[in-house]
């Protein structure tokens, strides 16, 4: 295992909320992170790669744009990836029931939050050595059998995709070394979570990179909360 110092993380998705978080959270425990944005804006990563003395490096991509993910593959050919986090994610109005959600938001919340991650994982896993991590961000919401209250209903079948998918990798890659992860942050306050959500980014993240980092070097797939918890497929 390098040192800590010379590890380094890719965070796809970083231009706020969770991503944001967890780029700064890795930045704290000494780690050198490459975070990606979508679009030219400044965002608050930007403020961050600024004090970070160079341990932050921001690259471009949209993850639906298949371009910006082969480009990005061929600009970190040389990089060694221990970690490698595929944040990004969107959601769609919680209250449509599925009949109700228009084709067209029904293919973006699944191409982004399933198709999407999983292009990257792709095209970017070979850059994780043995001894490294690859996580997609999922959702308690994504758990087909702790459905019982309903609501979110795109948003849960795409995270609920995103899970099979990582499933299918996962035994594709059977007798990898590599720790597969799909994590549930818990429902946080930011865009996406909203002001009512139980959680602050500050109780989440950390216990997020607290239980990444204690599957270190266990093989496979799991699906695991924030606090390190089984979560039911
Ligand atoms: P957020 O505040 O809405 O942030 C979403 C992030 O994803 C932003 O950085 C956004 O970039 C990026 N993104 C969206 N579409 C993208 C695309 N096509 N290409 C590249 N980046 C894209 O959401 P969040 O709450 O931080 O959620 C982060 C992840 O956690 C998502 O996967 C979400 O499903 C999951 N999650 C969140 C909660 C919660 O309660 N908040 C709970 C469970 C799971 P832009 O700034 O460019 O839009």
Excluded: C
């Amino acid at each position: 295992m390098p040192l800590p110092e010379n590890r380094t993380a890719l965070i796809v998705g970083a231009s706020r909320g969770l991503g944001l978080a967890l780029a700064n959270e890795y930045l704290k425990r000494d780690w050198r992170v490459i975070a990606t944005v979508r679009g030219s804006r400044h965002t608050l990563l930007h403020d961050l790669a600024a004090a970070s003395e160079g341990r932050l490096q921001i690259e471009m991509i949209d993850i639906n744009a298949r371009d910006d993910v082969a480009n990005l593959r061929q600009r970190l050919d040389q990089r060694h990836l221990d970690l490698l986090f595929v944040n990004a994610g969107v959601a769609i109005d919680p209250d449509v029931a599925i009949g109700k959600v228009s084709t067209e938001d029904f293919v973006t919340v699944m191409v982004t939050n399933a198709l999407s991650p999983m292009r990257v994982i792709e095209a970017l896993h070979a850059l994780v050595p043995p001894s490294g991590t690859i996580v997609a961000m999922s959702s308690d919401l994504g758990s087909v059998s702790d459905n019982v209250d309903g609501g979110w209903e795109a948003y849960r079948a795409s995270k609920a995709a995103l899970n099979t998918l990582m499933r299918s990798f996962a035994a594709r890659h059977a007798g990898d070394p590599r720790s597969f992860l799909l994590i549930a942050p818990g429902w946080v306050r930011t865009d996406m979570g909203g002001p009512e959500a139980e959680l602050s980014i500050e109780e989440s993240i950390p216990r997020v990179v607290d239980t990444v980092s204690a599957q270190a070097g266990v093989p496979g797939l799991q699906y695991l909360d924030y606090q390190g918890r089984i979560v039911a497929w």
